[in-house]
């Protein structure tokens, strides 16, 4: 564990803290943890209980982060630990977002203990030309983002935030002196579907892909059709000219989805539909890719 750089101590004698992360800004009681699971209540000091643990890392092609227009060809070295500030019933890594659901869970030793030093080795040793902070969302350990971050960028690596976007400005200004490009999910256009189905809200997202693009990152969008859920025309024209407001260059990744988690009654998106939204998003942006086809 490492003490959090993102929080405040509350007044008062009950040892209360709040934590500015991410859009939640949890007050987190002694003992405690935020919605995240990681991030604790020590005797009124907050710490992150997933600092130098990893419980995935892989090299992988920088096309699945997915970037497309950020050094295409090479390869990133992926990393996460676990715990999510969503509750996404569509999620693909829950096992990683929500292992502390798991019984197998254990607070402080679950995952692989690792350095920031020998992170960036190994990201080096595989011939990587990035690091990305990915699998579950790196908000939620973004003081441990920043360490590995500041190091790689010393050995000439740069550093990927692959995310849900939902992090407060605080946690923007503290980690986008380190980044070179993010991949931000906007995962529907409507405040109904982002409380429904993620337990968040849509415009920090927005916001904060404001914020990235304004910094001068590289960011790419992405957004998982799911039928009856996201996918109508209306919506998927909002989400194109969202994006083109922004910046009409900005790459948007329109992913089809597959029953997972406690979505597994739903239909896979129709390949027509992809298409549909394909079309429409070519009407306002110059890159727009199709995903899990």
């Known amino acids: 564990m490492k003490e959090c750089k993102l929080y405040e101590k509350q007044k008062g004698k009950d040892k209360k803290t709040r934590c500015f992360a991410c859009e939640h800004k949890c007050i987190i009681s002694e003992g405690k943890t935020g919605i995240c699971a990681v991030r604790k ?156 189905n993620c337990k968040a809200r849509l415009k920090p997202v927005l916001d904060n892909i404001k914020r990235a693009h304004k910094k001068g990152i590289h960011i790419e969008i992405t957004t998982l059709l799911i039928p009856g859920k996201n996918d109508s025309k209306k919506e998927i024209e909002k989400i194109a000219k969202f994006i083109a407001s922004v910046n009409e260059n900005i790459p948007w990744h329109i992913s089809r989805f597959f029953p997972m988690y406690k979505m597994l009654k739903e239909k896979v998106t129709k390949i027509e539909k992809l298409e549909q939204a394909e079309k429409i998003g070519k009407k306002y942006l110059k890159h727009v890719h199709l995903g899990n086809v």
């Open 41 to 196: 209540n020590v005797d009124g000091k907050l710490y992150l209980t997933v600092y130098g643990r990893v419980i995935s890392k892989n090299v992988d092609p920088i096309e699945k982060k997915p970037l497309y227009h950020f050094l295409p060809g090479t390869k990133a070295y992926s990393i996460g630990t676990f715990g999510c500030n969503f509750r996404c019933g569509f999620c693909q890594n829950y096992d990683i977002s929500q292992a502390q659901e798991s019984e197998d869970y254990m607070e402080g030793v679950f995952g692989e203990k690792i350095t920031p030093k020998q992170i960036v080795k190994e990201a080096i040793d595989n011939k990587c030309k990035t690091i990305a902070y990915t699998y579950n969302e790196p908000t939620i350990f973004i003081e441990f983002v920043k360490d590995v971050a500041v190091l790689a960028k010393k050995k000439g690596l740069k550093n990927i935030l692959v995310t849900n976007g939902f992090m407060t400005k605080k946690c923007m200004d503290f980690i986008a002196p380190h980044l070179d490009a993010m991949n931000i999910d906007l995962k529907a256009f409507t405040d109904d579907f982002y409380k429904e």
